[in-house]
């Protein structure tokens, strides 16, 4: 699950971590309100004016915009709210901005030495271990970065059983060629950072830029946070940050009713049981020349009702020519599934306009097949993995 950047920066906030300071408004009118209201604690009349949508890049996109009084605050965030902001991790449309964070001016001119920095934290996956990146590169592309200099990325690999220790800590702010109190005020930043991942059980943290100041502090500028979301039942508070209106509406409906669903590009709906099946089973729609629409794991209760969610699910996207239902009986029985599919596609009457191939495997096989065949639908019965490739291959021809 991603947060937006205010509420990204007020978790760090939480953890301890320093960030640049801002208020979040819906409207022109609320955000000349929160700028007098930043300007009484920061004394700064500058402000930053950031559209707050799920995607990076938004300073090239000119989602991102410095305001030098009032008037121009009023200006540009009538501007922003409200636009569809195109960034390079948008999709080409785009993505309509419902409200944006003014926050204080951090910037000052004629800095002689870097100080914008790149700091993320995520899991390695192959380590097992966390790992804080962190780069003198900051503020622009870090993917640029990593290909045209990638020596100028540094990574620190952290025991999840001992945490991030002080000398490591250390290291980052060497690194990165800091001295003095800012030298000091990185050392906390990375250990509040650190904890403030571990603590809210995030999967990504990714702060660019991270700031030193004209006063040698270290500040968060950005923040994109990612929480991993089989870690949310320990976060209730965090689980109502969840921004619904910027998910795919598919996938958001899968999740109420329990089901595991990622929309994908290609044109064969799939509805498998068990996560493993289900990458076989893509494999298998690529081998048979198609690509997969979805991932659907429907879970051990292939009944009726579920079966027909999915076929709901899956058939909201126009780009599906037809389904492969791939199942495995084992404690659920294989002609239990089959009268499931049976009685949705019954219940579905007209909305099912495409082939379906269902390969059934496992107790009762045999029995299912005949349910199938019998049932004077437009549902092919395939019992080996080719066969049903060869069929789902003919239906998309
Ligand atoms: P992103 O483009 O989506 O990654 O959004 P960022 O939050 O990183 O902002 C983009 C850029 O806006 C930053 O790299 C900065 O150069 C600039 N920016 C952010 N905050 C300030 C600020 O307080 N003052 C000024 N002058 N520029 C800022
Ligand atoms: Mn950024």
């Keep these: 699950m991603n947060l937006h950047e205010y509420q990204g920066k007020e978790l760090l906030s939480s953890f301890g971590v320093a960030i640049q300071r801002g208020i979040v ?58 636009m569809q902001l195109i960034t390079p991790q948008t999709p080409p449309e785009g993505k309509k901005v419902n ?19 790149y700091m993320s934290v995520l899991l390695n996956r192959a380590t097992g271990k966390n790992m804080i990146m962190y780069s003198t590169e900051g503020g622009m592309d870090i993917e640029a970065v990593a290909e045209a200099t990638p020596h100028l990325i540094f990574t620190e690999e952290v025991d999840p059983s001992l ?30 950072l650190y904890k403030a991942y571990v603590g809210s059980d995030a999967s990504l943290f990714e702060i660019n830029p991270v700031l030193k100041t004209s006063d040698e502090k270290i500040i968060a500028v950005d923040a994109k946070v990612t929480l991993d979301e089989n870690g949310l039942f320990r976060h209730k508070d965090l689980e109502l940050l969840r921004d619904l209106s910027e998910e795919n509406p598919v996938e ?13 590009d290609g044109n064969v709906g799939c509805m498998v049981n068990g996560a493993g099946l289900a990458m076989a089973t893509m494999d298998l729609i690529k081998q048979a020349g198609g690509e997969p629409a979805n991932f659907l794991d429907v879970g051990g209760t292939a009944d ?23 199942i495995f009986g084992g404690i659920v029985r294989c002609d239990r599934v089959a009268q499931g599919i049976v009685d949705a596609y019954k219940n579905l009457g007209d909305a099912i306009q495409v082939p379906i191939i269902v390969r059934l495997q496992g107790t009762n096989a045999d029995i299912a097949k005949q349910l199938i065949d019998s049932s004077g ?14 069929k789902v291959q003919e239906a998309i021809a």
């Design 25 to 82: 408004a819906k409207t022109a009118a609320e955000a000349v309100e929160a700028a007098k209201q930043l300007t009484e604690t920061t004394g700064t009349g500058w402000h930053v004016v950031k559209a707050q949508i799920h995607a990076g890049g938004r300073g090239k996109g000119g989602g991102v915009k410095l305001a030098k009084n009032l008037k121009e605050l009023e200006q540009i965030a009538g501007d922003i709210i409200g």
């Design 99 to 117: 409200q944006v964070l003014v926050a204080e001016d951090v910037y000052y001119p004629g800095a002689s030495e870097p100080n914008e920095f």
């Design 163 to 192: 945490g991030l220790m002080p000398f490591q800590a250390r290291k980052v702010a060497f690194n990165l060629g800091l001295s003095g109190a800012a030298f000091k005020d990185m050392t906390k930043f990375v250990s509040a």
């Design 252 to 264: 958001v409906e899968a999740r109420e009713v329990g089901l595991n669903y990622v929309d994908l």
């Design 304 to 326: 009726a009702a579920r079966v027909e969610t999915a076929f709901r699910l899956i058939l909201k996207d126009p780009n599906v020519k037809a389904i492969l239902i791939n």
């Design 377 to 390: 639908l437009n549902v092919l019965s395939a019992t080996a993995f080719q066969e049903a490739a060869d």
